[in-house]
């Protein structure tokens, strides 16, 4: 077990540094600048911003100091938001963004699970139909349609909930619904389709041969080598939530770190853009290592961590 957490550790590390090396390159050999202006500036002016914002030298150079400041926890300053830092825009919005994506997840989980195995276990029924009927509305109605109706009907007319912003807890109820939709019925389409073969398996026959009730075969039985593909699933879903969502951020008016992406590709901010993808592939990379470190806890077949 350790070896195979210090192996997936060193493969997390050099995951990492592929993508910061790719990125920074990409961003260096892109078209433009984040000092190119409608007046071109003076060369004087020019250079001491360069100076400044580490733009300066040869692009190995800039690689290498910037591989050298990313060690000490130093994602650089930003261009496009003077006098501020990577690491202070992060800090200021990303817990915003964490907050929504933990509501949105799990809304999204604890719901398509339950919606997945309840279609299962009433498969053939009304019940499943109606379900699975959801599921696909809930896939095809994009989020920027769902939030303002989301807020037409909660709180516009009915008044119960905040038409948007951020502070109190009622104020994410709704974009957690919005960024939620879909992936509830993703997730319960999967649920579903993976118990079904479960529930088939001679095993599960077993089990009901020897009287146990239904409930308990599908709890104790079926569902723990059903969430394996569930569970694979959610492992880059999180990641995903977890940094925010700029379609429902801007809907709701949250101040999280959605926006930053675009913003960062727009105004030629790379350090900006290379802390935003850091985060993001370093969470990705982190939950499928609890992913993969979960499946022989859920499935006893799976046993060695060859």
Known sequence: ???????????????????????????????????????????????????????????????TAYLGRLIQGDLGPSTR??????????????????????????????????????????????????????????????????????????????????VGGWGSPLSLILPALTLAGPYVAYIARLTRTSMLEVLGQDFIRTARAKGLAEWRVVSLHAAKIALLPVISFIGPLAANLLTGSIVVETIFNIPGAGGFFVNSIQNRDGFLLEGVVIVYCALLVFLNLLVDIAYPWLDRRIKSYE
């Open 1 to 63: 077990m350790a070896a195979f957490a210090l192996r997936r550790f060193a493969s997390m590390l050099l995951v990492l540094f592929c993508v910061v090396s790719i990125t920074f390159f990409l961003m260096r050999s892109a078209p433009g600048g984040p000092f190119d202006r409608e007046r071109e500036l003076l060369p004087q002016a020019k250079h001491a911003l360069e100076v400044k914002f580490h733009y300066d030298g040869t692009p190995w150079q800039q690689y």
């Open 81 to 162: 938001y003077r006098n501020r830092t990577v690491n202070e825009l992060l800090a200021q919005t990303l817990p915003v963004s964490a907050a929504l994506g933990a509501a949105a997840f799990c809304l999204a989980t604890l719901g398509g699970v339950l919606l997945g195995g309840w279609a299962a276990v009433r498969r053939g029924t009304a019940g499943e139909t109606g379900a699975m009927l959801l599921s696909l509305l809930a896939i095809s109605i994009p989020t920027f349609v769902t939030g303002p109706l989301l807020i037409l009907i909660f709180a516009l007319q009915l008044g119960w909930l905040p």
